[in-house]
């Protein structure tokens, strides 16, 4: 008869597995929720600050920049060298043959318009800031920028000539809003 018993017991339904599995799942949810409110403020916090993305894009006004002159901007905290180039300059960018570059770049692929180079004025060999934006700096050997810290020599449209850097000067994104108005960044 304990027999019988005990098989009519494994017949009924098992009421205590029901409650077993809702409990689980409710532990599970709950635990789910709370790590993911738990770590919002983490994922929050690597957002960019607001006064960052405040100086995501600067607008320079190009306007009373004479030819052949030299000005420096600062976006992101690195220095942005802009040149208005002398026909000479530019004439002499655009003689250069690509087989005698280091990084080979065309004068036109560095410009948007062949009168204005904008670029971040930081050397690529180890990061020095070159010399050739103000009135009596080295320009180098071909008339553009000179990292005095390694010797590197820039031309006029900021193309590594010689020297240990590896690259030409980087160029930011940048746009032209109005002709004499550009967007960077």
Not at 40 to 63: F, G, H, R, Y
Not at 87 to 97: F, H, L, M, Q
Not at 104 to 128: F, M, N, S
Request: contains cysteine.
């Amino acid at each position: 008869m304990n027999e019988m018993m005990g098989s009519a017991d494994m017949l009924e339904p098992d009421s205590d597995g029901s409650r077993r599995d809702f409990l689980i799942i409710t532990t599970v949810a709950l635990g789910a929720t709370g790590i993911g409110l738990a770590s919002w403020p983490l994922i929050d916090s690597m957002n960019p600050a607001a006064d960052t993305l405040a100086v995501a894009t600067i607008k320079l006004s190009l306007d009373g920049i004479e030819v052949g002159q030299n000005i420096t901007a600062v976006w992101r905290g690195k220095p942005i060298f802009i040149r208005r180039r002398t026909t000479k300059d530019i004439e002499e960018s655009r003689a250069v043959k690509m087989e005698d570059l280091i990084d080979p770049a065309t004068d036109e692929d560095r410009v948007q318009k062949a009168e204005w180079l904008i670029q971040i004025g930081i050397c690529t060999h180890l990061g020095c800031i070159p010399k050739g934006q103000k009135k009596g700096d080295p320009l180098g050997d071909y008339n553009g920028w000179f990292c005095p810290c390694h010797g590197s020599h820039y031309d006029t449209a900021g193309r590594i000539r010689k020297g240990p850097a590896p690259l030409n000067l980087i160029l930011p994104p940048y746009k032209y809003l109005e002709d004499l108005l550009v967007q960077i960044g």
